[in-house]
T-cell receptor, first 113, second 108 residues
Framework: KAGVTQTPRYLIKTRGQQVTLSCSPI?????VSWYQQTPGQGLQFLFE???????NKGNFPGRFSGRQFSNSRSEMNVSTLELGDSALYLC????????????FGQGTRLTVV | QKEVEQDPGPLSVPEGAIVSLNCTYS??????FMWYRQYSRKGPELLMY????GNKEDGRFTAQVDKSSKYISLFIRDSQPSDSATYLC????????FGAGTRLTVKP
C-alpha cells in the first residue's frame, strides 16, 4: 500500500511569490491535514480537510489556504511568500476526520529567499 | 504558556539504557495521546497512541498517560542506536497539538 506522497520534495521561492504544494493521501483515506514544521515553533497545525471541506483551521494568516479534491488529494497554497514561511510542510492522512492514526508524508521543504 | 510542553533535549544515552521521554499539557479536553518518531529528513511516524489514563505496551515501548497530572511519558527499554531520532508527543481533541520534540541519540 503506497504511503502519503507529497510533491515536490524541495522548493526555492522568492519573497512575494506564491507556491502550491500537493499531497496524495493513502488510498481509502478521506481526511488530509497540513502542518508547518520549523526549528523554532515545531509542528503547527494549518488545516484539515475531509470530504472536500475544511473542517478545522489553525492560527495562520489568510495567505495560507488549501483545498481537497473529490479523490481526496489535497493542495495547499501560500501567497505573498515571506522569509518566515521557510519550513518543512507536512501532510498527514487519516481514514476519517479526527482519527488518531495519522500517517505523514515526507514533507516539502520550502525555502524562501 | 504552550498547550503542550516537551523538553527538546538533546538526550544522549548508551545502548541498552532505558529512555524516559515526557510531555505536560494544559488543556484538559485532550482525549487521545500519541507518540511519533521522526528521523532526519523524514515525516513523523506514529509509534503509539492511548486514550485516557493508563499504560500501553508495544514491544520495547511503553506509553503512560496520567490525566490527573496532565502528564504523559514514553519509555524505551533496551534502547538501540536505531532509536536515535526526534520523538514528538501529540494530543488530539478537535485537532492535533504537538510537543516541540525531544532529540534522542543512542550511542553504541
Amino acid at each position: 500500500k503506497a504511503g502519503v506522497t507529497q510533491t515536490p520534495r524541495y522548493l526555492i521561492k522568492t519573497r512575494g511569490q506564491q507556491v502550491t504544494l500537493s499531497c496524495s493521501p493513502i488510498s481509502g483515506h478521506r481526511s488530509v491535514s497540513w502542518y508547518q514544521q520549523t526549528p523554532g515553533q515545531g509542528l503547527q497545525f494549518l488545516f484539515e480537510y475531509f470530504s472536500e471541506t475544511q473542517r478545522n483551521k489553525g492560527n495562520f494568516p489568510g495567505r495560507f489556504s488549501g483545498r481537497q479534491f473529490s479523490n481526496s488529494r489535497s493542495e495547499m497554497n501560500v501567497s505573498t511568500l515571506e522569509l518566515g514561511d521557510s519550513a518543512l510542510y507536512l501532510c498527514a492522512s487519516c481514514v476519517e476526520q479526527g482519527r488518531t492514526e495519522a500517517f505523514f508524508g515526507q514533507g516539502t521543504r520550502l525555502t524562501v529567499v | 504558556q504552550k498547550e503542550v510542553e516537551q523538553d527538546p533535549g538533546p538526550l544522549s544515552v548508551p545502548e541498552g539504557a532505558i529512555v524516559s521521554l515526557n510531555c505536560t499539557y494544559s488543556n484538559s479536553a485532550f482525549q487521545y495521546f500519541m507518540w511519533y518518531r521522526q528521523y532526519s529528513r523524514k515525516g513523523p511516524e506514529l509509534l503509539m497512541y492511548t486514550y485516557s489514563s493508563g499504560n500501553k505496551e508495544d514491544g520495547r515501548f511503553t506509553a503512560q498517560v496520567d490525566k490527573s497530572s496532565k502528564y504523559i511519558s514514553l519509555f524505551i527499554r533496551d534502547s538501540q542506536p536505531s532509536d536515535s531520532a526526534t520523538y514528538l508527543c501529540a494530543m488530539n481533541n478537535n485537532d492535533m497539538r504537538f510537543g516541540a520534540g525531544t532529540r534522542l541519540t543512542v550511542k553504541p
